[in-house]
Nanobody, 122 residues
């Protein structure tokens, strides 16, 4: 079973940047697509961005297009989320996720990380 471990969260001011990392161990076909979700207090968990591990194709939620960039390092089995121009509404717990298909966009996730808090103050 794949294990996902996030790191890089923290508290920043609006306009600042943060980079999250997700290290994957035990990768398999269930990690063909990896991505990030987030959950703000009182809200449902939502898809943020995903990446195809082999092809590198990406999909972004409209709310983060142009500000967030997803990437991966195949050799390190690590995925990154570069977040720029952060806004207070980006405040949430960010979860790394993995699945076998792009249906992870709808929440069909095989594995979740434990989450990392991102807080953006105004």
């Amino acid at each position: 079973q794949v294990q996902l471990v996030e790191s890089g969260g923290g508290t920043v001011q609006a306009g600042d940047s943060l980079r999250l990392s997700c290290a994957a161990s035990g990768r398999s076909f269930n990690t063909a697509i990896m991505g990030w979700f987030r959950q703000a207090p009182g809200k449902e968990r939502e898809f943020v961005v995903g990446i195809s591990w082999i092809a590198g194709s990406t999909r972004y939620a409209d709310s983060v297009k142009g500000r967030f960039t997803i990437s991966r390092d195949n050799a390190k089995n690590t995925m990154y989320l570069q977040m720029n121009s952060l806004k207070p509404e980006d405040t949430a717990v960010y979860y790394c996720a993995a699945g076998s298909q792009w249906t992870i966009v709808r929440g069909e996730v095989a594995s979740w990380g434990q989450g990392t808090q991102v807080t953006v103050s105004s």
